[in-house]
T-cell receptor, first 111, second 115 residues
């Protein structure tokens, strides 16, 4: 069965801290891994990763994929209270190339 | 960029009634649309995959007679929650897969409350 697992489930940090969120997967016919940030409504796209070892960066956020070990990490440096959200990892693949979501990581950044 | 318009944003309905949620791809053709539901503080759970012109594929445990999906055109997919009950109250969201099969565009979501 295809599955995507994120850790930790929740995390509380202080402003300025650096956090690393983990995503591991077992998905047949892997095509892409995507990270999203969700606050109150629909998820907001962060990154799409298809190749191993190539870091994608956007401001204080970065992500990398390891297709051999079947995992990805999302790093957030110098966290701010506005980073508080649920971070979702999703993998596109499976028999019908569907998008399978992980459990999510709830990040709370305290002032 | 690609945009998926989802309506309504929120809806309150009485138990026993049906509610239709629409997702339209505004500037591209969405041959495949995914429908998810999300309970508070939980992740998105895939309900079904719809392909234009064919029957939807439902995930295990999802009642196809209760959650009717129609994908009659390349730009419109609908989810109808039939005979809604309070336990159907949830956040429903659609996502269209891009033509190259790698990217996904989400609608803005519909918050359904059944009273």
């Amino acid at each position: 069965e295809d599955k995507v697992v994120q850790s930790p489930l929740s995390l509380v940090v202080h402003e300025g801290d650096t956090v690393t969120l983990n995503c591991s997967y077992e998905v047949t016919n892997f095509r892409s891994l995507l990270w999203y940030k969700q606050e109150k409504k629909a998820p907001t796209f962060l990154f799409m990763l298809t190749s191993s070892g190539i870091e994608k960066k956007s401001g204080r956020l970065s992500s990398i994929l390891d297709k051999k070990e079947l995992f990805s990490i999302l790093n957030i440096t110098a966290t701010q209270t506005g980073d508080s959200a649920i971070y979702l990892c999703a993998v596109g693949g499976g028999a019908t190339n569907k998008l399978i979501f992980g459990t999510g990581t709830l990040l709370a950044v305290q002032p | 960029g690609a945009v998926v318009s989802q309506h309504p944003s929120w809806v309150i309905c009485k138990s026993g009634t049906s509610v239709k949620i629409e997702c339209r791809s505004l500037d591209f053709q969405a041959t495949t649309m995914f429908w998810y539901r999300q309970f508070p503080k939980q992740s998105l759970m895939l309900m079904a995959t719809s392909n234009e012109g064919s029957k939807a594929t439902y995930e295990q445990g999802v009642e196809k007679d209760k959650f009717l999906i129609n994908h009659a055109s390349l730009t419109l997919s609908t989810l109808t929650v039939t005979s809604a009950h309070p336990e159907d109250s949830s956040f429903y969201i659609c996502s269209a897969r891009s033509a190259d099969g790698y990217g996904y565009t989400f609608g803005s979501g519909t918050r359904l409350t059944v009273v």
